[in-house]
């Protein structure tokens, strides 16, 4: 059923967004101000010890700082229960006491018809699960026991049988009234025009059930037990209620292992159905698995919909390489802050059953804790297996990794993906050789760059690599700035000096991405600190976290920085309102600056593909653009210099005036 904006918006003002969210959470007491319609929790979307699930009612909106999760009413709905849209407005119109718009007759009869094919599914469930128990499915049986399953865990996955029989299963569903049709709608008899007499399609498999979101069989996955069967494994076909490619087996279940207290933070993916109940029945809970085919878009953003960074679980043989290099590409395109991947590779020849049937969970975890990045996959696979000992090869080397990174969509993703590339390039060339070390140490002269060996690996980038004042101006190492721009570090100190204004301004400020990377570290430091502690924290209370941590200095010199501009709206004696008029400059200058430099690399890109594909015309019309972004550049630096004097404004200081 479709609603109106107007319909939605009336239910979002009559039911609080707290009271929505307050069903499923606990509020934390020492954050929460339910005065002013402010609260905290757990989240519950991953696994965490302190609250950092923030929840506003006057905008109507949840926030996590943990993992990033946020939405609406609906969406919290849909996000935690696998609701579908309609069923999460008719669950806030129940609390608001509202009736639905009257529906669409077509739409409630298709509605009906899903209905009617969940209760056909469950009947064929139920009627596996008792052909598992026959004397025909004692081989079946036999089969499950010599793969070390008790009981409990068959029950657990409700594992059947299907009796190697043509009609078996139809025969059962006709006698309980069950329509030819809706049979065949489910995907449980093969059927067509060329087939006079439509058969069962799951025939001597033990089955496996596939859940929906909302723990509903949609689909069943079927094991050949004749070494003669054409395929192994066979899944349902495409149905009403299934689609491959967009569902994950055992979704539901290790999503709920996510939101318990002790869940582990993270899912992981393994290749199959066995690897998922095998590591169930070991304690590990939160795996999930595609459906016999490569992972999809589909399912990872299943993935990323229970945790920003999941793990990829692979044989370490050549075919789980190749399948975690596919998973790389499949990933890269679609990477947004704060969500990625791990991708942990098994030993080889070992599979995650294998793993955990002698020694328990011990070895998996181990291989799990292991997991490496996204970005080290990106480079090993790369580098692996090949010598760059000529300046053509690393020039080769450095032009595929710029066109590996190219594809991430997201802007701040892919610019920290290209200097992360660049960090491990000039790392690596660096220390290729000890010749070029010896060279370089001659030029640099004597204890400059002698002696230090070959001390860091190859597939890690240098944290502490030299780079001289010439090579940072080039702008060849961007991201090379003792410190950071007057706007960043405003932003930052305002925040440090004015906790009160985070709350104020939570959505945005959790939202800015700093280009100094000693700020971008600095300020993960205040997002943990601001979010753990709530809206009660002082000024004192948040520098003396920071200091424990070890950002005295960086402190010190931010602080610094201010002072030499004048820019007193940043200090701790502005008082509120100037610092939130401060606050506010100089973000909206920050978004502007951001949006500009976006603009500018679009309209250069399609300068690049205009000129190769010879439009003249289209050429000059975006030089003139291209002006147009510097010149408005250059308008909103001359802005930002004259508001050096913003921090005079009303005069109002608070506190003592020592120091201006």
């Known amino acids: 059923m479709r609603f109106s904006n107007l319909f939605l918006d009336e239910l979002r003002d009559r039911v609080q967004i707290s009271d929505v969210i307050g069903r499923r959470v606990t509020w934390d007491r020492k954050k929460t101000n339910t005065g002013r319609g402010d609260y905290w929790a757990n989240c519950p979307f991953h696994g965490e010890k302190s609250p950092s699930f923030h929840c506003e009612d006057r905008k109507g909106r949840y926030h996590c700082f943990g993992c990033g999760v946020s939405g609406d009413h609906f969406r919290f709905l849909m996000e935690l229960d696998g609701m579908a849209f309609n069923e999460a407005v008719q669950q806030v119109a129940d609390i608001a006491g509202v009736p639905l718009p009257a529906p669409d007759p077509e739409t409630e009869r298709r509605e009906r018809e899903r209905h009617n094919l969940f209760d056909v599914m469950e009947m064929a469930t139920r009627f596996f699960q008792d052909q598992l128990q026959t004397a025909a499915g004692a081989k079946a049986r036999a089969y499950l026991r010599d793969r070390g399953l008790s009981g409990r865990t068959i029950e657990t996955f409700r594992l059947g049988y299907s009796s190697d029989s043509r009609n078996a299963l139809k025969e059962f569903l006709a006698s309980k009234g069950v329509a030819k049709d809706q049979i065949e709608a489910c995907g449980l008899v093969v059927h067509g025009p060329d087939i006079p007499v439509s058969y ?63 869940g582990t933070g993270t899912v992981i993916a393994v290749e199959g159905y066995m690897d998922v109940i095998a590591l169930h029945q070991a304690g590990i809970e939160n795996a999930v698995a595609p459906l016999g085919t490569a992972l999809t878009e589909n399912q990872l953003a299943l993935l990323w919909k229970m945790t920003s960074v999941p793990v990829l679980c692979f044989d370490g043989d050549g ?31 070992k599979d995650p059953d294998d793993l955990v049937k002698i020694e328990g969970r011990m070895p998996f975890d181990k291989v799990i804790a292991e997991a490496r990045p996204l970005a080290d996959m990106v480079w090993l696979r790369e580098t692996s297996g090949t010598a760059f000992d000529t300046p053509e090869k690393r020039a080769e080397l450095e032009a595929r990794l710029k066109t590996v990174t190219q594809v991430v969509a997201d802007e701040s993703v892919r610019r920290h993906y290209q200097q992360d590339m660049r960090d491990r390039l000039y790392s690596y060339f660096q220390n290729a050789s000890p010749q070029s070390q010896q060279r370089r140490g001659n030029f640099q002269g004597r204890g400059q760059g002698q002696g230090r060996g070959n001390q860091q690996a190859a597939n890690t980038p240098s944290s502490s690599a030299p780079v001289s004042d010439r090579l940072a101006k080039s702008g060849l190492v961007s991201g090379y700035r003792s410190l950071p721009s007057l706007r960043e570090s405003v932003l930052a100190l305002t925040i440090v000096n004015h906790p009160a204004l985070f709350f104020e301004e939570y959505d945005e400020i959790a939202h800015i991405e700093f280009d100094n990377r000693d700020m971008q570290r600095f300020w993960q430091a205040v997002l943990s600190v601001v979010a753990a ?21 960086q402190l010190a010199n931010l602080d610094k920085q201010i002072r030499f501009a004048r820019l007193w709206t940043a200090t701790e004696h502005a008082a509120i309102e100037d610092a939130r008029e401060g606050f506010r400059q100089a973000l909206a200058l920050y978004t502007r600056a951001r949006a500009l430099v976006r603009q500018r690399h679009e309209i250069e890109r399609e300068i690049a593909d205009a000129t190769e594909r010879g439009v003249e015309q289209e050429v000059e019309r975006l030089m003139l653009s291209l002006n147009e972004n510097q010149l408005e550049t250059t308008r909103l630096e001359t802005q930002e210099a004259l508001i050096d004097g913003f921090g005079v404004m009303s005069g109002r200081i608070k506190g003592p005036a020592g120091g201006h």
């Open 533 to 553: 502690s709530g809206s009660g924290l002082t000024r004192d209370e948040l520098i003396t976290a920071l200091e424990v941590q070890g950002f005295d200095a």
């Open 319 to 349: 075919a789980g390489m190749r399948a975690a290099s596919r998973a790389v590409d499949l990933a890269l395109p679609a990477l947004k802050p704060g969500f990625s991947l791990r991708i942990a590779l098994l030993p080889d020849g």
């Open 200 to 262: 069962d399609r799951f025939r001597d498999r033990i089955m496996f059930p596939i859940l929906s979101s909302r723990e509903k069989v949609i689909a069943f996955g079927g094991r050949a037990l004749s070494a003669d069967a054409p395929a192994k494994y066979l899944n349902s076909n495409e149905t009403e209620l299934f689609s491959k490619g967009q569902v994950l087996y055992n979704f539901a279940r290790a999503r709920k292992a996510l939101q318990s207290p002790d």
